[in-house]
C-alpha cells in the first residue's frame, strides 16, 4: 500500500514561504499526488495534485522530484488564516478497489 | 446543493441503537466516499462508490457497518447496534469522475457520533 510519511508539525511566521515536505517511497507508476488542507470543524479542502515535476496554482506549489517518491508542497508567504493540518496523499489503486489513504497530516502553525 | 451536505450534524445515541447517516453528494459527482475521523487524526478511508455501485468496502471496521447509494446519488451510512468505539466525525466525499481517475474529492463538514 502506498504510505506517506510527513513533519507532525511545524511553525512560520506571516509572510514566510513554508515549505511541507512528504515521502511516499511505494508510490505506484499510476498514482497521482494530492494535498489537502484542513481547519477544525471542516472537511478537508483540496489544494493541490500533480504527477510530476512542478505544479503550480494560485495557492500553491508542488514539487516533485523524477523518482517521485516524495513531494514537496510550498506555500507563498502564509497568513494566520493558512494555520490548518495540511495532508499528503497519493491514491492507492488495487485489485477491485480505489483508496485514498490519509496520513497523520502536518499541522502548521502560523505565528504573527 | 453548492457542496456536500451531511445530516445530521451531530447525533448522540445509546450504545445499542442503530443509527444512519446521511450524505447529499454534489449534483452531478459520479463518486462518492465515506470516511470515518477521530479527533487528532486524519480521516480513515470506509468506502466508497461509482454511480450506485459499491466498488470497496474493505475499510468498513465490521459488518455492523453498512453503505448503500441507490440511485447514484444521496448515500446513507448504517451503523447497526452501535458501540461506544463508534463515536467519531464521519465525513462523505464526493468527487465528478470515477474513483481512481485521481479526481480531487470535495468534503463534507461531517456528522459527529457520540455513543453513550
Known amino acids: 500500500l502506498a504510505k506517506t510519511t510527513q513533519p507532525i508539525s511545524m511553525d512560520s511566521y506571516e509572510g514566510q514561504e513554508v515549505n511541507i515536505t512528504c515521502s511516499h517511497n511505494?508510490?505506484?507508476?499510476?498514482?497521482?499526488i494530492t494535498w489537502y488542507q484542513q481547519f477544525p470543524s471542516q472537511g478537508p479542502r483540496f489544494i493541490i495534485q500533480g504527477y510530476k515535476t512542478k505544479v503550480t496554482n494560485e495557492v500553491a506549489s508542488l514539487f516533485i522530484p523524477a523518482d517521485r517518491k516524495s513531494s514537496t508542497l510550498s506555500l507563498p508567504r502564509v497568513s494566520l488564516s493558512d494555520t490548518a493540518v495540511y495532508y499528503c496523499?497519493?491514491?492507492?489503486?488495487?485489485?477491485?478497489?480505489?483508496?485514498?489513504?490519509f496520513g497523520a497530516g502536518t499541522r502548521l502553525f502560523v505565528k504573527a | 446543493g453548492a457542496g456536500v451536505s451531511q445530516s445530521p450534524r451531530y447525533k448522540v445515541t445509546k450504545r445499542g441503537q442503530d443509527v444512519a447517516l446521511r450524505c447529499d453528494p454534489i449534483s452531478g459527482h459520479v463518486s462518492l466516499y465515506w470516511y470515518r475521523q477521530a479527533l487528532g487524526q486524519g480521516p480513515e478511508f470506509l468506502t466508497y462508490f461509482n454511480y450506485e455501485a459499491q466498488q470497496d468496502k474493505s475499510g468498513l471496521p465490521n459488518d455492523r457497518f453498512s453503505a448503500e447509494r441507490p440511485e447514484g446519488s444521496i448515500s446513507t451510512l448504517t451503523i447497526q447496534r452501535t458501540e461506544q468505539r463508534d463515536s467519531a466525525m464521519y465525513r462523505c466525499?464526493?468527487?465528478?469522475?470515477?474513483?481512481?481517475?485521481?479526481?480531487?474529492?470535495?468534503f463534507g463538514d461531517g456528522t459527529r457520533l457520540s455513543i453513550l
Open positions: 466525499a464526493s468527487s465528478l469522475g470515477l474513483a481512481g481517475d485521481n479526481q480531487p474529492q470535495h
Open positions: 511505494n508510490i505506484a507508476t499510476n498514482d497521482y
Open positions: 496523499l497519493v491514491g492507492d489503486i488495487n485489485t477491485g478497489g480505489f483508496k485514498t489513504i
